[in-house]
């Protein structure tokens, strides 16, 4: 068969062409953070560089959610809550005096431990529940492409494809963590913040949610809390390791290629906490 170039069609593109997020580079400097007089993180400085999946790791209560929820200014929705540093995105201060809350939300967006979609309202709305937040406005055959885009790019459209209308309860869990990075990533956002996003999963949920990252990392910059050491290996690029130690504030104890952190770390605590010892 010969093919005629002047009438060849190419066939349709098979994924929808709604535009990409522009991932950026998140740095943050000397942050430390108090509830109340109580301080839980010291001048902790982490650069998660654009396009690279950083891991944080190390026990509980070291103040790695916290220091998430600094990044993209939700710590400060908590009434007790104070901090000091600076977080700058792409080199622009997120806490600057001219920079508003909603701001950084709509840069740089986070997925929890629990999968927390909206269980009454549609797998479709759910998706869009984060544009209707920051009010924009889209047509429907708009909305219909970022539902789809933002559902394969989440790993979850063929299994929900035909069952747009259902509530997004009805998901298993591991589902609704995607329906949740779905929803994150359909405002576009530059970062994606994870906070221990697998720890309430069965492993095959977990191990599908590790290929939508290996995935997402060409558009997204991603920094993920995991306790999971093996996960943290598989997904990342970078390892930062916090450690609180006896009732004193977390920090960085050390940082770099995750390679390094965990064939050759340079604290001896840090070689303890990844081969186990402790955590
Ligand atoms: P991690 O995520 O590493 O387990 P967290 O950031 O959750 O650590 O907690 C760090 C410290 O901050 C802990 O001592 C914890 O008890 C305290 N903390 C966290 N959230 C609050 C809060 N809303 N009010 C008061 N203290 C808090
Ligand atoms: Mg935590």
Redesign the pocket.
Known sequence: MSIDATTYQFPPAPVLTAPTGQASTLEAREISAW?GD?Q?LDRVSLTMEARQVTALI?P???????FLRILNRMHEL?A?ASLAGDVLLDGVDIYGLDKKLTEARRHIGMVFQKPNPFPTMSIYDNVLAGLKLTGTRKDQSEKDEIVQSCLLKAGLWNEVQSRLRQPGGALSGGQQQRLCIARALAIQPRVLLMDEPCSALDPTSTRRIETTIEELRTEVTIVI?THNMQQAQRVSDYTAF?LAEQGEP?YIIEHGPTDAMFDAPQDTRTRDYVHGRFG
């Open positions: 509830f109580h839980v190390g509980s209560g070291c103040g790695k959610s916290t908590i007790s809390v916090f977390g």
